[in-house]
């Protein structure tokens, strides 16, 4: 009988008997250096091409190394073929550019890709090869910067640092974003934009609708440029904020009036006019008001003083030396309402004078009534 040999590394497995006087060169050459070279053994491949590694039996060959050293320095992707069977290979791509290897099985199939600078162990796991753990090196990078692949080189930037909590850029550049658009978390919290806000560099534009909640704040001046409306918070009167601030403003429904907080008693006035009411009930002296225009809208409102007044509740209105510009005053004729003149008080009447029924005129003591 003849020598055999193994199926994955090609060892030689001698007969019994069939080696006298030759076991040492076979053991040396066919067994004990063919075992150093798969535990330990490196192929190196230099040339810049595809490689299917050699494949023999009882013999040195590419195959059965246990290190592929890759130092060719072209920039295309090569292919290195081994067998298909089971086989630990550790793959050291030590190119001087950019170039990536693949290895694959003969077949060929997939295999897996080793890109420049980076050691990997790729296993046969009995259809393909695949990577078991890899590695790697960038000697261009330095200490907290985030490492990249460039064209298929590791590289770093003093640009784009990670220190262990936040990550630093020099700038960011997303080409699905449009210039002089805001930028905003959209779905999933991808980043988006709109053409409904947008930012000059000085001014802000915002086509739509604004919805605050809570308090809006502005430190500069506001324009609104559009021919729709603002619409402003409203609520009841219970509903006015709990504490307010001067010069906020609001419309409210209770009394269906714009109002504005001025921060003194009565806090929130009315804008744009005081409250109008029918005052029938008021016993005190009141000033009348006057406009500052007798058409339009008057920018000024002036009260009276204690030269005019006038009594809600009576219809009394006092002033201290009333003048008829054109000669006349005039009176009615009859007394529609009971009327009492006060003490310290007279009055005249140009008559005749009739007193409507169940109505009467009382005169108080040490005063008269005249009637021409």
Do not use: H
């Not at 806000?197 to 605050?212: F, K």
């Not at 609104?224 to 918070?233: D, K, N, V």
């Not at 269906?256 to 005190?284: C, V």
């Not at 201290?320 to 003490?343: C, D, E, F, H, K």
């Amino acid at each position: 009988m003849t020598t055999a040999y193994t199926s994955l590394l090609g060892l030689a497995l001698p007969v019994t008997g069939e080696l006298s006087g030759t076991w040492g060169d076979v053991v040396n050459n066919s067994i004990t250096s063919l075992l150093d070279s798969a535990i330990a053994g490196t192929t190196t491949i230099s040339s810049d091409a595809d490689v299917t590694l050699t494949t023999t039996t009882g013999a040195a060959n590419t195959s059965r190394s246990a290190v592929i050293l890759w130092t060719a320095g072209g920039t295309t992707t090569r292919t290195i073929t081994a067998p298909a069977q089971s086989k630990v290979y550790v793959v050291i791509n030590k190119t001087s550019s950019t170039q990536s290897i693949k290895l694959v099985g003969v077949g060929p199939t997939t295999g897996v890709t080793i890109i420049a600078n980076e050691s990997a162990v790729c296993a046969w796991n009995g259809v393909d090869f695949v990577k078991t753990s890899s590695t790697i090196a960038n000697a261009a990078g330095s200490n907290t910067q985030v490492q990249f692949n460039n064209s298929g080189v590791l590289g770093g930037s003093a640009s784009l640092t990670w220190d262990g909590t936040f990550l630093t850029a020099g700038s960011i550049k997303n080409s699905a974003l449009t210039n002089t658009r805001v930028t905003f978390a959209g779905a999933s919290g991808l980043l988006s934009d709109s053409a409904n806000l947008t930012w000059s560099g000085t001014a802000l534009s915002v086509t739509g609708t604004v919805a605050v909640t809570g308090a809006l704040t502005a430190t500069l001046d506001s324009t609104f440029s559009s021919t729709g409306a603002l619409q402003i918070s409203k609520g009841t009167t219970g509903q006015q904020p709990g504490s307010p601030a001067t010069g906020m403003m609001r419309y409210n429904t209770s009394t269906n009036q714009f109002e504005g907080y001025s921060g003194s008693s009565p806090a929130w006035k009315s804008i744009g006019g005081s409250a109008l009411s029918n005052d029938t009930s008021t016993a005190s002296n009141l000033y009348p008001v006057f406009a500052g225009a007798t058409t339009g809208t008057a920018e000024n409102l002036y009260t009276g003083n204690a030269y005019l007044l006038y009594k809600p509740s009576t219809g009394e209105f006092q002033a201290r030396a009333p003048v008829a510009s054109n000669g006349i005053v005039v009176n009615s004729l009859t007394v529609a309402t009971s009327y009492t003149i006060a003490a310290g008080f007279s009055g005249a009447s140009a008559g005749p004078i009739t007193i409507a029924s169940g109505q009467s005129v009382t005169v108080s003591s040490g005063s008269r009534w005249v009637i021409s």
